[in-house]
Nanobody, 114 residues
Framework: QGQLVESGGGLVQAGGSLRLSCAAS????????IAWHRQAPGKQRELVAL???????YYTDSVKGRFTISRDNTKNTVFLGMNSLKPEDTAGYYC????????WGRGTQVTVSS
């Protein structure tokens, strides 16, 4: 059964960096585009970045130039590198794969202090 497991969240000061990891089961990693979403308290979940199976990428405007999504197919893992973090980036970050089925991870918390 498909599975996504996030890691790498934490507390960081504004201007700092973090790298999130999304470990996918093999059947997801080989066949699905994978995305990172985030949800802050009281706000709707939003798409942050996406990477296709061919490594094309998409970013929401608020993170362009600061975040980088990548995938390591040898490790079945998708990464989200986050630089120049801002307090407004504070949220739970969730990994998602959508295709024949939809999968979500349980999330990892990112907190950026001012």
């Amino acid at each position: 059964q498909g599975q996504l497991v996030e890691s790498g969240g934490g507390l960081v000061q504004a201007g700092g960096s973090l790298r999130l990891s999304c470990a996918a089961s093999a059947e997801i990693a080989s066949a699905y585009d994978i995305a990172w979403h985030r949800q802050a308290p009281g706000k709707q979940r939003e798409l942050v970045a996406l990477i296709t199976t061919r490594s094309s990428t998409y970013y929401t405007d608020s993170v362009k130039g600061r975040f980088t999504i990548s995938r390591d197919n040898t490790k079945n893992t998708v990464f989200l590198g986050m630089n120049s973090l801002k307090p407004e980036d504070t949220a739970g970050y969730y990994c998602n794969a959508e295709g024949e089925y939809m999968y979500w991870g349980r999330g990892t918390q990112v907190t950026v202090s001012s």
